[in-house]
């Protein structure tokens, strides 16, 4: 088993918290990490299992008597019916680590967990395999900021990532089982993913009476991956209407397999009518999709920088998420239509990114960066992520990253 960044933070929250609850899309290794995590005397049930999903949704006490803590429940959201009974459970023992939740479709689940579980729960999310978990450094992996003491720490644990190879990680994607089986299993794997999340998933929350029609509707998502969302050329591809698109996006969002990166800006009202950038979670998944049939074609093709993109930016995610942190990620452009693909706010400073498809970046990559000072906040070191080999200074205070650091 491929060690998860994550393990440190699961163990270290049930010493903290009465509950668990772990996030993220289906197939990305969940179960698998918190049986790693577990020491053995835990017990595992999965509301996948239709005769133990019933008395949970019927019975939740008599479920919590049969299957006592300290318990592992796979896919909760299947009965939120269990929340009140495991608050009770967890008020009357009084002590850290009782359950462990998993779920696979988020935005539905934060409503039952924030009315019945706050304060007791600690929810964490994760996706599948990072660049440093395949390379057998999760452990070293640190969330991205582009400071001189996180590059030098990636520096001196980091492998060679060449050009070649990178679109092969890009193209394959990350989910655990594929990555096992190899390029060989990924067009019958991504097929059947998208069958059964559309069998499973898509008709359980919105009824979708044309799968079909859906299944256009991913493909042209896929296609979008790393540009501004405009739900009304989307609805008009589709001949759908925007109320639709705008369901069928937030089943995506709540399943864990797109990302919107929102817009920076001072006041947050603003901040939250701008429209966000889109981005596929899993770059093998949005790469099927958009039909590249080989990691050459699709390095060679339209959608080259816009995958690196999309590839880097769930990279940055998951060294926040992995973490157990919050990614403080937006994205900058103003009416005079200058642009940064990410800030980084922390330590109230923001951090400019630029990603570049380039192995020889210049000063002119990061020529943007002053924009940032429009946010109000200390600027601090600027990055461009690039195909460099090894890491340059481009300025005083830009330095030219590679893509194998992160």
């Known amino acids: 088993m491929i060690p998860r960044t994550l393990s440190q933070t699961i163990r270290n929250i049930s010493e903290s918290f009465p509950i668990l609850m772990l996030t993220g899309p289906r197939q990305v290794g969940k179960t698998t990490l918190l049986e790693m995590c577990s020491t053995?005397?835990?017990a595992y049930v999965t509301l996948d299992d239709l005769d133990m999903r019933r008395l949970a949704q019927e019975d939740p006490a008599l479920f919590l008597q049969t299957w006592p803590a300290p318990l592992t429940i796979d896919e909760v959201q299947y009965a939120p019916q269990l929340f009140s009974a495991i608050k009770m459970a967890v008020d009357k023992a009084g002590r850290n680590g009782l359950f462990w939740l998993t779920g696979s479709q988020k935005f539905e689940l934060m409503t039952g967990l924030t009315e019945s579980l706050a304060g007791r729960v600690a929810?964490?999310?994760l996706l599948g395999f990072s660049q440093a978990e395949q390379q057998g450094r999760a452990l070293a992996s640190q969330p991205f900021v582009p400071t001189?003491?996180?590059?030098?720490k990636a520096r001196q644990v980091a492998k060679p990532m060449p050009l070649k190879a990178l679109?092969?990680?890009i193209w394959l994607g990350a989910y655990p089982r594929l990555v096992a089986q190899g390029p060989q299993s990924r067009d019958l794997y991504y097929r059947s993913y998208v069958q059964t999340y559309l069998q499973r998933d898509v008709q359980d929350l919105l009824k979708v009476s044309d799968p079909l029609n859906f299944h256009r509707f991913l493909s042209v998502t896929a296609a979008r991956?790393?540009?501004l969302l405009n739900y009304a050329n989307m609805a008009n591809e589709l001949d759908i209407d925007n109320k639709t698109v705008k369901a069928w996006l937030s089943v995506l969002q709540a399943s864990g397999l797109v990302y919107l990166l929102q817009p920076y800006h001072r006041n947050v009202t603003k901040r939250m009518i701008k429209s966000p950038k889109i981005y596929f979670l899993d770059t093998g998944l949005a790469s099927y999709l958009t039909k590249w049939g080989s990691p050459e074609a699709l390095e060679a093709g339209s959608m080259s920088g816009p995958m690196l993109e999309t590839w880097a930016v769930s990279e940055i995610l998951?060294?926040?998420?992995?973490?157990?942190?919050?990614a403080p990620l937006y994205f900058y452009r103003d009416t005079e239509q200058r642009e940064i693909d990410?800030?980084?706010?922390?330590d109230d400073m923001i951090y400019p990114v630029e990603i570049k498809k380039t192995a020889t970046p210049s000063s002119l990559a990061s020529r943007q960066f002053s924009a940032a000072e429009n946010t109000g906040k200390k600027i601090g070191p600027g990055a461009v992520l690039c195909l460099t080999t090894k890491d340059v200074p481009l300025s005083d205070?830009?330095?030219?990253?590679?893509m194998a650091y992160l």
């Open 123 to 125: 929810i964490v999310d």
């Open 342 to 346: 990410l800030l980084i706010e922390a």
């Open 167 to 169: 679109y092969e990680q």
């Open 225 to 227: 991956t790393g540009q």
């Open 397 to 402: 205070n830009v330095t030219a990253i590679p």
């Open 148 to 152: 001189p003491d996180w590059i030098r």
């Open 318 to 326: 998951k060294s926040y998420w992995h973490n157990g942190k919050e």
């Open 40 to 42: 053995g005397e835990r």
